[in-house]
C-alpha cells in the first residue's frame, strides 16, 4: 500500500506532465519532409515560455536555441565543457532576473527502453540542476521535468547525429 505522500507525489508529477503536454508547441512540418529520401526533421523543441501576458522583458536566449541547450553523450549524465559554459550564461541570466524561472526539459535518443530513458532524463536534469545550483541560481528558480524517449520515440531517426540532437536539456524559460 502506497502513503499519502507517493500519491500526492505521483499525482503532482502527473499533473506537470499533462499541463506540459497540453501547452507544447508543435512546429510546422515542411512540404519536403513528407518525401521519401528528405532530410529527418530535428525533434521538436520546447516553448520559449508560457506565453502569460504581461511578461514584458524578453526571455534569454529566446533567439538562441544552442545557448539554451546542453547535450550529452549516449547513456551518460557527465556535463562537458561546452554544457557547463551554456549553464555559466544561462545562471547568469537567471542570477539577474529574479522573475525567471527554468525548467530544465531532459530528452534522450529513442533506443532503450520507456523506463531506462525516463530515468536517465532525470538524472541528466539532476546534473544541470545540482550545476546551476553550484553557480549561485537559487532553487526557487529550477524546475525538472524529465521526458525521456517520450518524444524522441515517435521519430524516425535511425543515425548517430540524429539520436545525438535528441540526447539534451533544454532549458525552458518561464515568468513568476
Avoid: W
Avoid at 553523450?73 to 545562471?91: C, F, M, Y
Avoid at 530544465?104 to 541528466?124: E, F
Wanted: hydrophobic share 35%.
Amino acid at each position: 500500500m502506497s502513503s499519502p505522500h507517493h500519491s500526492l507525489s505521483f499525482c503532482l508529477a502527473t499533473a506537470l506532465l499533462l499541463a506540459a503536454c497540453a501547452t507544447a508547441d508543435r512546429p510546422p512540418v515542411a512540404a519536403d519532409a513528407a518525401k521519401p529520401g528528405a532530410e529527418q526533421q530535428k525533434p521538436a523543441r520546447a516553448p520559449l515560455s508560457t506565453g502569460r501576458p504581461g511578461a514584458g522583458k524578453p526571455m534569454p536566449f529566446a533567439d538562441d536555441e544552442a545557448a539554451r541547450t546542453v547535450y550529452f553523450a549516449s547513456g551518460e549524465v557527465t556535463i562537458d565543457s561546452q554544457g557547463a559554459e551554456v549553464l555559466r550564461q544561462n545562471a547568469q541570466k537567471l542570477k539577474e532576473d529574479s522573475q525567471l524561472i527554468v525548467v530544465l526539459v531532459g530528452h534522450t535518443d529513442n533506443l532503450g527502453s520507456a523506463a531506462y530513458n525516463l530515468a536517465v532524463a532525470d538524472r541528466r536534469t539532476e546534473a544541470v540542476s545540482e550545476r546551476l545550483r553550484s553557480l549561485g541560481v537559487p532553487r526557487s528558480q529550477i524546475r525538472r521535468l524529465p521526458r525521456g524517449s517520450e518524444e524522441s520515440s515517435k521519430q524516425k531517426c535511425d543515425s548517430e547525429a540524429c539520436r545525438r540532437s535528441m540526447r539534451r536539456v533544454d532549458l525552458v524559460y518561464e515568468r513568476r
